[in-house]
């Protein structure tokens, strides 16, 4: 039996906007379907998610802060002078200002984000307040390999800065993959600050991605919208719903958009089927354990460093310091 050949895809022309098409194409062509969490954040979906972190339900934003503050003078003890703080995914900078405060002895800021109209709209905000330091905005994707400025690859050493838990994001072994990645950004001696949602109650889980005024069911649901604005999509929101729940046995959230009925929907002139109850599968939040991050780090070359929670214990805030050559592993203790 010869198999046809499929006809080639027409992708936007930016590199951005291809590797979005791509990726939405390959998703909704896989079994089962799923697209990528990074995009949600276009600007409707960043303002949505600031109003999600404001919510009662949510809690991770608002203890991964409390940590923050509450031991902001312990954490840039760990920062040497003149050193170099990059952000990946700053997104908003809120949580990199109480470090900033905290480290006025920081020389150079360098925000990386996929998303280069809010980076430098941030970074402006930034210069205004912090005259004194540099800051230096890098618009990239930083799962993947990226130069930094020269003043950062400059400073004595780099400070990694990965908080609001989005190595959650990753699967396990795409969580160690950026480790890597991390470490070759930033040097040898560098350190890396990582935010993490701890394993909790189940039922404050599942309420922190159901919230009762359905923030984030919109959320979810944006990225149809996107889909249909920037690759010409047919999807109707009503015919999907938001759904959200723990999954206990991998210790991870999951956001799924279900299709309500047996329909097509068309993405830049593909068309793919939907069954009734078939689901996009849009975001994975896994949950870690001191001990279960430390291993994973470890096991490429971050060594402990510290480790700080808010008072409820939900959230925490760990440090490691790479020690050996990038990317290398430790053995374990």
């Not at 194409?25 to 600007?43: C, H, M, N, Q, V």
């Not at 307040?129 to 020269?150: I, N």
């Not at 799924?256 to 069954?275: C, I, N, P």
């Not at 430390?294 to 460093?305: F, S």
Request: aromatic share 10%.
């Amino acid at each position: 039996m010869v198999a046809l050949a499929r006809s080639p895809r027409k992708l936007p022309q930016s590199a951005e906007m291809s590797a979005f098409a791509t990726d939405v194409l390959d998703g909704l062509s896989a079994t089962p379907k799923r697209i990528p969490a990074k995009y949600f954040y276009d600007e409707a979906g960043s303002t949505l998610f600031e109003q999600i972190t404001e919510l009662p339900e949510y809690y991770p934003t608002r203890c991964e802060m409390q940590a923050l503050r509450d031991h902001a003078a312990e954490i840039a003890r760990l920062i040497p002078e003149g050193a170099a703080l990059v952000e990946f995914g700053s997104g908003s900078n809120k949580k990199a200002r109480i470090v900033l405060n905290a480290a006025p002895h920081l020389a150079a800021y360098v925000p990386v984000d996929i998303s280069g109209e809010m980076l430098e709209r941030e970074a402006a905000e930034l210069r205004a307040d912090y005259p004194q330091l540099k800051v230096l905005p890098v618009a990239a994707d930083f799962c993947y390999p990226f130069d930094l400025p020269r003043e950062a690859t400059e400073a004595p050493v780099r400070i990694g800065f990965f908080p609001g838990s989005t190595i959650g994001n990753f699967e396990p072994h795409e969580a160690a993959a950026f480790l890597r990645n991390a470490a070759r950004i930033l040097g040898p001696k560098s350190i890396l600050i990582i935010g993490a949602d701890l394993i909790k109650d189940t039922e404050v889980l599942n309420a922190a991605y159901n919230d009762a005024a359905g923030v984030t069911a919109a959320f979810n649901l944006n990225l149809l919208t996107r889909i249909n604005r920037e690759l010409g999509g047919t999807f109707k929101r009503e015919c999907f719903e938001h759904h959200a729940f723990y999954n206990r046995e991998r210790q991870r959230i999951e956001m799924h958009l279900a299709s309500l009925k047996r329909q097509k929907v068309k993405v830049m002139g593909e068309t793919f089927d939907f069954r009734a109850g078939e689901t996009i599968h849009t975001e994975n939040s896994y949950k870690y354990s001191v001990e279960s991050l430390r291993a994973l780090a470890r096991g490429v070359g971050w060594l402990p460093d510290g480790v700080w929670t808010d008072a409820a214990g939900y959230f925490s805030i760990q440090a490691f310091k790479l020690t050996d050559e990038p990317g290398q592993a430790q053995p374990a203790v």
